[in-house]
């Protein structure tokens, strides 16, 4: 079965950092888009930033230049390296899985980062 793991979440201080992770399995992993997406209390779901199977990202304005994703094809994991956090990044951060032009997309269960003094 799909599964797709995250963890790393935690409560953090503003300026302070934080490495989520996420392990994916049940899927030929590379031909995956995989991204962050995350859901702030009171928000709609929004995306985080995303990583082509090739390695090319893509990031939201409000993440830029503090946060950075990665991935490992032989392990199967996507990284979000996040730094600067602020109170405006507390939220449930979820890992996705996806095809370009297909229709498997998949979504773990989430993990809470808190981002308070």
């Known amino acids: 079965q799909v599964r797709l793991v995250e963890s790393g979440g935690g409560l953090v201080q503003p300026g302070h950092s934080l490495r989520l992770s996420c392990a994916a399995s049940g899927i030929i992993f590379r031909l995956f888009d995989m991204g962050w997406y995350r859901q702030a209390p009171g928000k709609q779901r929004e995306l985080v930033a995303t990583?082509?199977?090739?390695?090319?990202?893509n990031y939201a304005d409000s993440v830029k230049g503090r946060f950075t994703i990665s991935r490992d094809n032989i392990e199967k994991t996507v990284t979000l390296q996040m730094n600067s956090l602020n109170p405006e990044d507390t939220a449930v951060y979820y890992c996705n899985a996806r095809v370009a032009f297909g229709s498997a997309n998949y979504w773990g269960q989430g993990t809470q980062v808190t981002v308070s003094s």
């Open positions: 990583i082509a199977g090739g390695g090319s990202a």
